[in-house]
């Protein structure tokens, strides 16, 4: 018991006990690996979040460390995402210059807060609130915002002025009006860093591309004297490893970022979850949602102390790490060390990188979120997904990305209530052919069915979004077809609430009134633990509720009209003979 208490408090425990020399290699070229692949990703996404590109970096240090450490993912690479960057911007930019000291100081408050959200909901053991959150919205959200980062490129990769601040639409006008005055030099930049890595993907698609075409383009800048000719360069990254750092927990500071903070951890438990579940399909592996939620809170929490923005979890890399062969969490930890290495030996060679290809590996990046075949499947096969993807994707586009969150989550609920709203009803009926006299679905055979006691079953849980349509369809039973006696199969039902519970209660009394009853058979012991602690067993009546179908039928035909028993043809009950 101690030792379960321990491995829930530290996870890593349980892993550890299955690293071999084997595992330990396999871990070592996976984490080389994602490590030459984040290097140019970290930089391009703190350049989309709006901070200096050595940011990116910090977070691709501590956050993958702390998530593989106390996630459930075996394979989940932790870190900067296309995704969260373009949220953090969104977020701060509002109050702050981007890449200023005050704008870096409110990013990692926005972090910390959102890690504060994320190990609550962990330890609250909500992990199961993703599973109501449909993927199309992270896949709308992600297109729309992938539009957006290319957008927010186009100063950068056609040498033009575009104010700062400036809205989607007024960009591409922007773009428009000075279409004649693009400075062909950082043109050239960029489209050589654009081309040379899509064709090193294409035709040496295990080298890192993105880290080759920020080379080419580097060269390329140095031969056209790019520098002379308004080409601007990043600069050289600080060769250190994380500095300490705080956030600002003033009150004032926590009350504005709140809410948007909300939205960061809420988006980065949706894709650390999602990712981690994809890639644990292919592995085999069991995912524990509120672990994961914990991991995630926990590397944002203390990321935040070490000059790191928010992250999650990353397909891409996560993706990458289990192709690799990694076995265990191990390969994120020597990932992060790996990268300090490099980081530590070519930083001063960043001086030398063009913002213009930082821009076409940034386009590359934004182009790779857009998941065309989800989008195709999901318009094609469901109107509701496609109207969540298309209300998510615009208004990614057009409204705040933390409310385009909200809306999608919001939506995406709204259509799983109105999915559980409705459950099925079936009708069942004794099947007399069948030795054991089973109960059927009318739907299936055309049998005869008593006059007098009507037997259905709920194919789902009654609660307060459900139970207008079920008593809809007492009703139905008792005014269309004057059967004043009912039989509920319960075995599909996983929970009743309070609400449901009333409505219950309230048409056996009514039945009752009729001179019927309201019956139940086959309750989940969970369920009918719960409403025998509730006046639901009392109201209705202890002798209501039977173990078994045969013995429900015994006893509610004691209390028929036998006058309309004695004219009866249909005898489909033992009873009846």
């Known amino acids: 018991m101690a030792s379960m208490t321990l491995t829930q408090f530290f996870p890593f425990l349980q892993w550890f006990k299955k690293i071999t020399p084997a595992t330990v290699k396999a871990d070592l070229i996976a984490g080389f690996t994602g490590a030459v692949i984040v290097l140019p990703q970290g930089v391009a996404f703190a350049a989309i979040a709006g901070l200096p590109p050595e940011y990116g970096l910090y977070t691709a240090m501590v956050t993958p460390i702390i998530a593989a450490l106390f996630g459930s993912s075996y394979h989940l690479i932790s870190g900067p995402t296309t995704a969260i960057s373009i949220v953090v911007f969104s977020a701060i930019s509002h109050y702050a210059e981007p890449g200023s000291p005050e704008f870096i100081k409110l990013a990692l408050t926005l972090t910390f807060l959102a890690g504060v959200y994320q190990l609550g909901f962990g330890l609250a053991r909500l992990g199961a609130l993703v599973n109501f959150v449909s993927h199309t919205v992270v896949i709308g959200f992600t297109a ?21 601040g400036e809205s989607f639409l007024h960009t591409w006008m922007d773009v428009f009006n000075q279409a004649g005055s693009f400075n062909m030099y950082i043109v050239a930049v960029a489209a050589s860093t654009l081309v040379s890595a899509l064709l090193f993907k294409k035709l040496i698609p295990k080298i890192p591309y993105l880290l080759v075409g920020l080379v080419v383009g580097s060269i390329v800048s140095l031969m056209l004297n790019g520098e002379a000719h308004g080409v601007r360069l990043v600069g050289e990254i600080p060769a250190h490893l994380p500095p300490p750092s705080t956030p600002d927990f003033s009150l004032t500071t926590i009350q504005m970022l709140a809410p948007e903070a909300f939205a960061v951890a809420l988006l980065g438990l949706i894709e650390a979850v999602s990712i981690s579940r994809a890639v644990a399909t292919k592995s085999n592996q069991r995912i524990n949602s509120n672990q994961e939620f914990v ?3 926990l590397s944002n929490m203390v990321g ?6 928010a992250g999650s979890g990353s397909f891409t890399r996560s993706g990458i790490n289990y192709a690799a062969g990694a076995k265990t969490p191990l390969s994120a930890i020597f990932a992060a060390v790996f990268l300090m290495l490099i980081v530590l030996l070519i930083a001063p060679l960043t001086a030398y990188l063009p913002v213009a290809a930082m821009g076409g590996v ?9 998941d065309f075949h989800h989008i195709s499947s999901v318009l094609k096969n469901s109107k509701a997904e496609s109207s969540v993807l298309i209300v998510t994707f615009l208004s990614t586009l057009f409204l705040e990305l933390e409310f385009a969150i909200y809306l999608g989550v919001l939506l995406s609920l709204v259509l799983f209530l109105a999915r559980t709203s409705s459950p099925e009803i079936p009708t069942l009926g004794v099947d007399v052919e069948d030795e054991k006299r089973r109960l059927i679905n009318i739907n299936k055979k055309p049998i005869k069915q008593c006059p007098q006691l009507k037997i259905i079953r709920i194919d789902m849980s009654v609660y307060f979004g459900s139970l207008n349509h079920i008593q809809n369809r007492i009703h139905n039973i008792v005014e269309h077809q004057q059967i004043y006696h009912i039989l509920i ?8 609430d309070l609400s449901g519970a009333e409505m219950l209660i309230s048409e056996s009394k009514r039945l009752k009134r009729l001179g019927g009853g309201l019956y139940f058979t086959g309750l989940k012991s969970k369920v009918y633990e719960f409403v025998a602690k509730t006046y639901f067993v009392r109201e209705i009546g202890n002798d209501h509720f039977f173990d078994s179908k045969s013995e429900a039928i015994h006893a509610i035909y004691n209390k028929l009209d036998k006058k309309v028993c004695s004219s009866c043809n249909a005898l489909v009950f033992k009873e009846c003979n």
Not at 144 to 164: C, D, E, F, N
Not at 362 to 370: C, D, E, P
């Open 144 to 164: 729309g915002a992938s539009i957006l980062i290319a957008t927010s490129q186009m100063k950068h990769v056609l040498g033009i002025s575009v104010p700062k």
């Open 295 to 297: 991991g995630q809170g």
């Open 304 to 309: 935040s102390f070490f000059s790191s923005y």
């Open 362 to 370: 940034i386009l590359i990046v934004a182009y790779n979120l857009i």
């Open 489 to 496: 199969v319960g075995t599909g039902i996983n929970f009743i």
